[in-house]
């Protein structure tokens, strides 16, 4: 089955740097690739998706790219904001039958 | 819109006691409804899946007998934990899946931590 590593498990950033998350997947036929943000006591919200028809998609500060030949896709976080502060989860999924299969988290901290 | 809701957020219970948690998705149906556990500074782990009037599948190593899953209408699936012990306490956290533009994503609801003394 699908199998999806993450990196890294922490990250600290100061305010207004960038941030990089990165993911890799096992099953070249996953298409769909959502990353969500949880804050604590909270469940997971989606922030952005990517599907595998497309290299990259942005919205605002936050950014996702995909690479399906190396099966990897990145969460791209500019000007960073204290707010973004979170626990976030890349996942992937074979097909629309199928339950996503999420990462470990990587718990960014952005310091002011 | 494509909100989940939870109830109740939080519950203390006793050993030996069940505990139901509800899940509602309020502005969409919800062909497909997914339950998972989170345990502290872990990921989401997958409990089981259910469709709408079919019986759930849980995954490897989740007694069903235990974790009774009940998905009686588009809106409404529940989760009852029979015969709670301590190591049952957990974050529970239901997700959905609609039909049509919604079908690829899933919508997470705000979760229920559940602590059995």
């Known amino acids: 089955g699908e199998n999806v590593e993450q990196h890294p498990s922490t990250l600290s950033v100061q305010e207004g740097d960038s941030a990089v998350i990165k993911c890799t997947y096992s099953?070249?036929?996953?298409?769909?690739f959502p990353w969500y943000k949880q804050e604590l006591g909270k469940g997971p919200q989606l922030i952005i998706d990517?599907?595998?028809?497309?290299g990259e998609k942005k919205d605002q500060r936050i950014a996702v790219t995909l690479n399906k030949t190396a099966k990897h896709f990145s969460l791209h976080i500019t000007e960073t904001q204290p707010e973004d502060s979170a626990v976030y989860f890349c996942?992937?999924?074979?097909?629309?039958?199928?339950?996503?299969?999420f990462g470990k988290g990587t718990r960014l901290s952005v310091i002011a | 819109g494509a909100v989940v809701s939870q109830h109740p957020s939080r519950v203390i219970c006793k050993s030996g006691t069940s505990v139901k948690i509800e899940c509602r998705s309020l502005?969409?149906?919800?062909?497909?409804m997914f339950w998972y556990r989170q345990f502290p500074k872990q990921s989401l782990m997958l409990m089981a899946t259910?469709?709408?009037?079919?019986?759930?599948?849980?995954e490897q190593g989740v007694e069903k007998d235990k974790f009774l899953i009940n998905h009686a209408s588009l809106t409404l699936s529940t989760l009852t934990v029979t015969s709670a012990h301590p190591e049952d306490s957990s974050f529970y956290i239901c997700?959905?899946?609609?039909?049509?533009?919604?079908?690829?994503?899933?919508?997470f609801g705000p979760g229920t931590r559940l602590t059995v003394l």
């Open positions: 259910s469709n709408e009037g079919s019986k759930a599948t849980y």
């Open positions: 099953d070249s036929a996953s298409n769909y």
């Open positions: 990517i599907r595998s028809n497309v």
């Open positions: 502005d969409f149906q919800a062909t497909t």
């Open positions: 996942a992937a999924r074979v097909s629309g039958n199928t339950p996503l299969v």
């Open positions: 997700s959905a899946r609609g039909a049509g533009y919604l079908y690829n994503e899933q919508f």
